[in-house]
């Protein structure tokens, strides 16, 4: 391989450091497409050029909890837990359960906006219409859950709508276009030049997380990812960007330019 011959090349002609016969050079599996990362400054800008509201409530979550925007969206209130800072997803991709992080600076947000969806929850209830769609093992053993505070949305949305299996009217989740449509509305205003969407922002959590030196098996964990190959890809995008690696000309005694 003409990388092999390259690198042997560096080793002996130029690094003079003499190698044995390695054989072929093994190679960590990299993806064929590195995911987009955003900068944190780039971050901060695109919360900066959202509205304050439900949508950008989420996008914090993206990025400060690593969650799947579907994840964030199906989060019901007996999931977020406060006191000990965690948020629980659960049957998220592959069907699998996992905990993850809930930054501290979103329990005041948080707060504030369950007792606005608190209240609209009442008066759905008040109405007759307060019931919320639930898994079918739950709904059977407990058919009270669906109007239980603690098994509504986090983010519900902003209008009833019927459900197609039971014909009841219901207040469902927020809509993901809305979420996806307010990201890249306020991506633009930020002049990001990146593809910013809502899966960057996951993207994003999981390599600010490995910059800052988490262990690579403690974000898999925090992503839900069954095999560690998928995480890696954030490793790969590091050394990509050549992330923590100083150039030649900022060590000169002397600026050349």
Not at 101 to 123: D, I, N, S, Y
Request: proline letters at 5%.
């Amino acid at each position: 391989m003409v990388l092999d011959r390259a690198l042997i090349f560096l080793y002996e002609q130029v690094l003079e450091i003499e190698l044995d016969d390695i054989g072929p050079l093994d190679r960590a599996d990299r993806p064929k497409r590195l995911p987009t990362v955003l900068s944190r400054e780039e971050v901060r800008r695109l919360f900066g050029a959202m509205s304050t509201g439900p949508n950008r409530l989420i996008a914090h979550l993206l990025y400060g909890s690593g969650l799947r925007l579907s994840e964030a969206l199906r989060l019901r209130v007996k999931e977020l837990d406060v006191g000990t800072s965690r948020l629980h997803v659960r049957d998220g991709k592959g069907g699998t359960d996992r905990s993850t992080v809930l930054p501290e600076r979103l329990h005041g947000p948080l707060r504030r906006h369950l007792k606005t969806v608190k209240a609209q929850h009442e008066a759905d209830c008040a109405d007759g219409v307060g019931g919320v769609s639930l898994p079918d093992a739950i709904a059977e053993k407990y058919p009270n859950a669906k109007t239980e505070w603690r098994w509504q949305y986090v983010f519900p949305s902003t209008t009833l709508s019927e459900d197609p299996r039971s014909g009841a009217v219901r207040r469902h989740h927020r809509s993901d276009s809305a979420v996806q449509r307010a990201v890249k509305q306020a991506a633009d205003a930020a002049d990001i030049e990146k593809r910013a969407t809502c899966h960057t922002l996951r993207h994003s959590f999981a390599t600010h997380l490995l910059q800052d030196g988490t262990d690579v098996r403690t974000i898999q964990k925090l992503l839900g990812h069954k095999q560690l190959r998928t995480t890696m890809q954030y490793v790969h995008v590091l050394e990509q960007s050549g992330d923590g690696v100083t150039s030649p000309l900022d060590t000169l005694p002397e600026d050349p330019t």
